[in-house]
């Protein structure tokens, strides 16, 4: 296809075998390898192209099985193109079409540290590690692979792509004293040259190469089992993690087992495999990978320990586990065919992930909490010009990175959760079944999926859905009244406020979820399929479109609907009030409606208890506060609102955490807590300085809570000055809990005093992994105070940064993006467009043109809305 670049069609793989032996245990890190790709050769060639990237290969060889005759042609020349990831294997005389063809490679490579490919961990051992356990400088460190989307290639020669499906058999060469871990069970194991052993696996299912994931290192282990049988026996289900650390799997395990039971059950197929593996890897690009059988999560996506973490974490985790289960089915055992549909494997595993974390935890309102962050965060990017469609065409690797992205996850399971709203998730769960069953062990489409689902749902599933995965963007509801009836526009909404006709020529069919109309029960299932229409019947004395926020739009209602839905919430889902604030400010962010309107509107919300809902509350006041941050005035009347808004909630919360406290609770205290000492609450802000002294100090370690530890430590550094600093870093260099560092980095980044950036920078360079350089970026990309210092610290530096980062270029794209996102100015702006302009940006050229985007749409809404706010804020005694 044209818009792909792709290996030539010639070389169809059916079964790898790959060994592992001879590696560095220290100094390079390299190893030898050697692969049998068992192929069938479709077309007669003198060459065989594939994927490699920085590996070096020393022979290849084919054995070829013809009818009568046997040949075995070695490669006379090997060279490489470098940018697109290959080698081609150059033979004298012409390989002939052969059903049996064997192509032997041998070849060495390095284990990297690029968190990509087969590559290494540093950590420092929880108990002292096993005599063979390789160090690199003062760390100890454990190896193991990270092939999606394109790094299989890095690990061993192969057809990287993902419909080039095959059986993999695997083996690796290691210390005795050292654990191996692979897709499959073990096989066997032998001895080998003198302290070393060979660990071979089972042949895996027919898979994707991306698929393949092992792992080395000094390894232990819990184990629990499922309570479905699974081939007449329950299936063993095991976290590991590097020794001293298993005790904190138990929350990731206690989970595991019921999730796979789960899906087994919603899905009407059984798991799979013989076994479920977890690994806790001790550096992560991503937050964790679906390896079938073997899943890699980062520490903080599958550690908990009930004493030192932060409470929030047991959402992470319970999530993210339902997430990479979900993809043993949707993603492992049925793959999309090709890259541009990404969101296929993304969109459907992050629903499905909230649809079991809700399952297993009813209490903790997990749909109001995705719409308040997944859906938020899709509406975000994708109110850009710079966005993409759900699916978009992808030439090749450095195209995949950058759609691991809102879009493919977040507006993906938007959409996903309003066609299973409209169709009934158990009609909608049937069509996924049947398209599982059709395609298992294969590749699909979105048209496959949208065949199955018209096909249970006995509706034309393409039609409606299709705009909202090829086409850019989403609409807005416009809604004017008139006694006893509406008319409603749909228009498309762009956060900068320009729409112009060309970019307003999709008609989306809207889920309308209408509660409100006279003689209808619940919410009303109208579908608007035009621009415009009227809907009679309505009651006037209340009405609310998008019901629980189903549907993935945006309502623009009349001020005074508004302001009357503002003393209704008592009428309100959860999921309704944060879907009115978030619409609420996006409008008043694009100009069609004011940011009066928000803010009156969440003044009516200070008696409301729900954790979710303060956190949209806060989430878009925060927005405003960020973009006004430099205006003084305006600046200033912000916070003494959002501190006369929050006051009332703290006050009544307190600081003690109690038996009765449920899951939300704590973390709504944390929120209120930290809001109120950053927005000047006296009583709060003295009240974490002492207990930040007790804890520092060492005279009461229990004075900050773990599930407090982000609002105390915020508070005392946005108030605080060298002495806080020092020792949060302090903090950061001896904490144990597996959280701490993410914490306390964010924490610092709020520092104030000017003086001190140097060092915080010359930290987050030189001592922060590279997995949590992000954390660092965005808290200083966050911070009035240290963004433009920031941001001329990029320039000055920029070719170190893009030297140390971009060897995983998801990392490098995503520390940009989260760095200069803040800014509010178009001269910066033009500043920043002007100083990639002569540079190669591909891998990140997306993220330029968002942050663009992002900063100009900023910039109009500063310029627009000042005058009307300052008005708001004075009239009310605010400035």
Known sequence: MADRDVLPDIIKPFNYDISIYNIELGGEFSFQGTVNINSKIAKATKEIVLNT??????????????????????????????????????????????????????????????????YRSKYKPAVTPAASVPKDG??????????????????FPCFDEPNLKATFDFKIELPEDQVALSNMPEKSVTKAKSGFKVVAFETTPIMSPYLLTWAVGDFEYIESFTKRKYNGKNLPVRVYTTRGLKEQAQFALDHAAPIIDYFSEVFDIDYPLPKSDMLAVHEFSHGAMEGWGLVTYRTTAVLFDEKTSDIK???????????????????????????????????????????????????????????????????????????????VPVRDALDVDQIFDAISYLKGSSVIRMLATHLGQETFLKGVSNYLKAHAYGNATTADLWFALSDASGQNVNSLIDPWVRKIGFPVITVAEEPGQISIKQSRYLSTGDVKAKDDETTWWIPLGLEGQVGTKGAASIGLTKKEDIVRNIDDTFYKINKDNAGFYRTNYPPARLAKLGTQVDRLSISDKIGLIGDAGALALSGEAVTPGLLAFVEGLQLETNYL??????GSLGTVKSVFSENAAVSNGLKKFTLKLVTPAVEKIGWESSSSDDFLTSQLRSLLILTAGLNGHEKVISEAQRRFELYTSGKDMSAVHPSLRSAIFGIVMRHGDAPEYHALKKEWQTTKSIDGREITLRAMGRLQNLELLPDYLEFLFSEVATQDMHTGGMALGANPKTRRELWQYIQKNFDSIHGSLSK?????????????????????????????????????????????????GRATYKERDADVILEWLKARGYT
């Open 53 to 118: 990237h920085q590996l070096k290969i020393h022979s290849a060889e084919v054995f070829l099985e013809h009818t009568k005759t046997q040949q075995s042609v070695k490669a006379i020349d090997i060279s490489y193109d470098a940018p697109r990831q290959r080698a081609t294997l150059s033979f004298l005389d012409e390989l002939l079409v052969s059903e049996k063809a064997s192509i032997t490679i041998k070849y060495q490579g390095t284990i990297n540290n690029d968190m990509a490919g087969f």
């Open 138 to 155: 003062e760390y100890h460190v454990m190896f193991s692979t990270q092939f999606e989307s394109c790094d299989a290639r890095r690990a």
């Open 313 to 391: 974490f047991k959402n992470r985790v319970a999530y993210v586990i339902a997430h990479e289960l979900a993809h043993q089915w949707f993603g492992d055992l049925v793959t999309m065919d090709w890259w541009n549909e990404l969101w296929l494997n993304e969109g459907f595993a992050t629903w499905v992930g909230w649809l079991a974390t809700d399952h297993l935890h009813p209490d903790w309102n997990v749909w109001p909490q995705f719409v308040s962050e997944g859906m938020q965060t899709a509406f975000s990017l994708d109110s850009l010009r710079s966005s993409h469609a759900i699916e």
């Open 613 to 618: 809902v303060w956190s949209q509350i806060l």
């Open 808 to 856: 995983n270029m998801v990392v490098f794209d995503r520390f940009i993006k989260l760095s200069l996102q803040r800014f509010n100015d178009k001269a910066t702006a033009q500043e920043i467009e002007k100083f990639f302009a002569p540079r190669d940006n591909r891998g990140y050229d997306r993220t330029l043109a968002i942050l663009k985007d992002t900063i100009v």
